[in-house]
């Protein structure tokens, strides 16, 4: 069985500063993808940023980042100069092959203030 | 390219009735997953249906039923409503390779069951 575990049911940044929402997994499988997903109020999921497990370097899109620890099966998310449109709830979630569906942590609620 | 798309957005029931969910996806997608997403539960893994057939299932009661068409539209239906089936239900598409999975996810249908 694979979990995703997200510890921080909130966060809450100042605009402009940054933030990192922790994530931590669990897989018997060598081979696997791992997403952050952003759901905004009552709007669709959209796929933040995804991590192949084989791949050693942290993922970077814009001011989205990732931080990858393998070893100690940690994925957590930073979030450089935060704005309010970041605000959403984000859900990390793991896939493999095995499994062949995602597998969601419980979200952490990001509130931006300015 | 059009995004994935769901009917109705919204939807209220009373208990023993059934309910008819349907999802389009992205064009040129073949597998369709659907989720079920409560503020107790969380995102869980209903079924995928990939070319007609259910190639995955999570750990839904037989209540839960889904199919997908020639056209890679896919119903979910759930029969004898129960309170506890009020949920956004999400679905999502993808190419269906198994390898790398990146679903796109429409916007949701919200079930009430009175």
């Known amino acids: 069985a694979q979990t995703v575990t997200q510890s921080q049911p909130e966060m809450s940044v100042q605009e402009a500063e940054t933030v990192t929402l922790s994530c931590t997994y669990d897989?018997?499988?060598?081979?696997?993808?791992l997403f952050w997903y952003k759901q905004p109020p009552s709007r669709q999921m959209i796929l933040v940023i995804r991590q192949e497990a084989y791949k050693q370097q942290n993922a970077t899109e814009n001011r989205f980042s990732v931080n990858f620890q393998k070893a100690a099966k940690s994925f957590s998310l930073k979030i450089s100069d935060s704005q309010l449109g970041d605000a959403a709830m984000y859900f990390c979630a793991l896939y493999t092959g095995t499994a062949s569906k995602l597998t969601f942590g419980t979200g952490t609620r990001l509130q931006v203030t300015l | 390219k059009a995004g994935v798309t769901q009917t109705p957005r919204y939807l209220i029931k009373t208990r023993g009735q059934q309910v008819t969910l349907s999802c389009s996806p992205i064009?040129?997608?073949?597998?369709v997953s659907w989720y079920q997403q409560t503020p107790g539960q969380g995102l869980q893994f209903l079924f995928e249906y990939f070319s007609e057939t259910q190639r995955n299932k999570g750990n839904f009661p037989g209540r839960f039923s889904g199919r997908q068409f020639s056209n890679s539209r896919s119903e979910m239906n759930v029969s004898t409503l129960e309170l506890g089936d009020s949920a956004l239900y999400l679905c999502?598409?993808?190419?269906?390779?198994?390898?790398?999975?990146?679903?796109?996810f429409g916007p949701g249908t919200r079930l009430t069951v009175l």
């Open positions: 999502a598409s993808s190419t269906g390779q198994v390898a790398y999975n990146e679903q796109f």
């Open positions: 897989t018997s499988e060598s081979d696997y993808y």
């Open positions: 064009s040129g997608h073949r597998s």
